[in-house]
């Protein structure tokens, strides 16, 4: 069974940083693309940023979030720099994972993120 676990969340001043880290575990055979989403209160989930071989973010995280993964420890990781109140929000990973009877798309459980002004 496939199974995502976040972490890295927590309360931070504006203009700060934090990095999010997502690992994958469970009998896995290959990961495809690998992201994270967000949403906060009362709001759709967005994305914020993807990553295949190339990176893909959202207009808002331009410039002060960034993206890694690491396919051998099966883990994606989102540093995120210059806070912004605006950015307060549940995170969450999410990976397409091809296991060795099918493929399918998997959440994390999401983390909380809160930036005070």
């Known amino acids: 069974q496939v199974q995502l676990v976040e972490s890295g969340g927590g309360l931070v001043q504006a203009g700060g940083s934090l990095r999010l880290s997502c690992a994958a575990s469970g009998s896995i055979f290959s990961i495809g693309t690998m992201g994270w989403y967000r949403q906060a209160p009362g709001q759709n989930r967005e994305l914020v940023a993807s990553i295949t071989s190339t990176t893909n973010y959202a207009d808002s995280v331009k410039g002060r979030f960034t993206i890694s993964r690491d396919d051998a420890k099966k883990t994606v990781h989102l540093q995120m720099n210059s806070l912004k109140p605006e950015d307060t929000a549940v995170y969450y990973c999410?990976?397409?994972?091809?296991?060795?009877?099918?493929?399918?798309?998997?959440w994390g459980q999401g983390t909380q993120v809160t930036v005070s002004s």
């Open positions: 999410t990976m397409g994972i091809r296991t060795y009877t099918y493929t399918n798309n998997y």
